[in-house]
C-alpha cells in the first residue's frame, strides 16, 4: 500500500510570488491534514479536509488556502510569499474524521527568497 | 488549554539504556495521544498511541505511560539503540477532529 506522496519536495520561490502544493493520501483514506513545521514553532496545523470540506483551521493568515479534491487529493495555496513562509509543509492523511491514525508524507520544503 | 507541554528538549542515552520522554497537556477534551519519530529530511512516522482508558501501551521495545488524573503520559524507549537517534514527538487530538496539537519535540542521542 503506498503512504502519502507530497509533491514537489522541494521548492524555492521568491518573495511576493504564490505556491501550490500537492498530498495524494493513502489509498482509502478521506481526510487530508496540512501541518507547517519550523524550527521556532515546531508543527503547527494549518487546516484539515473531509470530503472535499474544509472541517477546521489553524491560526494561521489568509494568504494560505487549501481544497480536497473528490479522489481525496489535497492541495494547498500561499499566496504573496514572505520569508517567514520558509518552512517544512506536511501532509497527513487519515481514514476518517474523529480520533483515527494519523500517517505523514515526507513533506514539501519551501525556501523562499 | 491547547497546549501540549514536552521535555526534556534534548537527551543523551547510552546504548541499552532507557530513554523517558514526558509530555503534559491541559485541555480534557483530548482522547488521543501519538508519539512520532522523525529522522531529519523524513516527515514524522506514527510510533505509538494511546487512549485515555488505558494506563499502559507497549510495542516492542516502545511503552506509553498515561496518567489521566495528572494529565499527563511519557514515552520509554527500552534498550535504546543508535538507530533511535531522532527527534521525538507527543501529540494529542480530540473532539471529532484530526488536529494535532504537537509537542515541542525531544532531540535524542543513543550514543554506543
Known amino acids: 500500500k503506498a503512504g502519502v506522496t507530497q509533491t514537489p519536495r522541494y521548492l524555492i520561490k521568491t518573495r511576493g510570488q504564490q505556491v501550490t502544493l500537492s498530498c495524494s493520501p493513502i489509498s482509502g483514506h478521506r481526510s487530508v491534514s496540512w501541518y507547517q513545521q519550523t524550527p521556532g514553532q515546531g508543527l503547527q496545523f494549518l487546516f484539515e479536509?473531509?470530503?472535499?470540506?474544509?472541517?477546521n483551521k489553524g491560526n494561521f493568515p489568509g494568504r494560505f488556502s487549501g481544497r480536497q479534491f473528490s479522489n481525496s487529493r489535497s492541495e494547498m495555496n500561499v499566496s504573496t510569499l514572505e520569508l517567514g513562509d520558509s518552512a517544512l509543509y506536511l501532509c497527513a492523511s487519515s481514514q476518517s474524521m474523529g480520533n483515527t491514525e494519523a500517517f505523514f508524507g515526507q513533506g514539501t520544503r519551501l525556501t523562499v527568497v | 488549554q491547547q497546549q501540549v507541554k514536552q521535555s526534556p528538549q534534548s537527551l543523551i542515552v547510552q546504548k541499552g539504556g532507557i530513554s523517558i520522554i514526558n509530555c503534559a497537556y491541559e485541555?480534557?477534551?483530548?482522547?488521543?495521544f501519538p508519539w512520532y519519530q522523525q529522522f531529519p529530511g523524513k516527515g514524522p512516522a506514527l510510533l505509538i498511541a494511546?487512549?485515555?482508558?488505558?494506563s499502559e501501551k507497549k510495542e516492542g521495545r516502545f511503552t506509553i505511560s498515561f496518567n489521566k488524573s495528572a494529565k499527563q503520559f511519557s514515552l520509554h524507549i527500552m534498550d535504546s539503540q543508535p538507530g533511535d537517534s531522532a527527534t521525538y514527538f507527543c501529540?494529542?487530538?480530540?473532539?471529532?477532529?484530526?488536529?494535532?496539537?504537537f509537542g515541542a519535540g525531544t532531540r535524542l542521542a543513543v550514543h554506543p
Open positions: 479536509y473531509f470530503s472535499e470540506t474544509q472541517r
Open positions: 494511546i487512549r485515555p482508558d488505558v
Open positions: 501529540a494529542a487530538k480530540g473532539g471529532g477532529y484530526n488536529k494535532l496539537i
Open positions: 485541555n480534557t477534551a483530548f482522547d488521543y
